[in-house]
């Protein structure tokens, strides 16, 4: 029932509020600074504590794939389930 009933109907909203929230974690590096734990180390403050003791491109290389896997996330959604169909939250042959 939940797969193939609730799922569907939640999946657009589920989507976009993870590409929100992800999206979202870039810009707020300053804050997660101050309010994570030690032990909570995501990309963006790790990305944000290297660039203070290092100077080499190793950032840009790991910004370059973050990059290439959200496009490639995006062209397989796009190619499984159809992106207008996933964010409009209804099927794109019936407007």
Known sequence: MFRRVTLPLILPGVASGWLLAFITSFDEVTMTVFVATPATMTLPVRMFLYIQDN???LVTS???VVI???AIFMLLIEWLYGLE???VGRHAENP
């Open 68 to 70: 290439a896997l959200t």
């Open 55 to 57: 100077i080499d491109p």
């Open 85 to 87: 169909r996933l964010l």
């Open 62 to 64: 790991v910004s370059a």
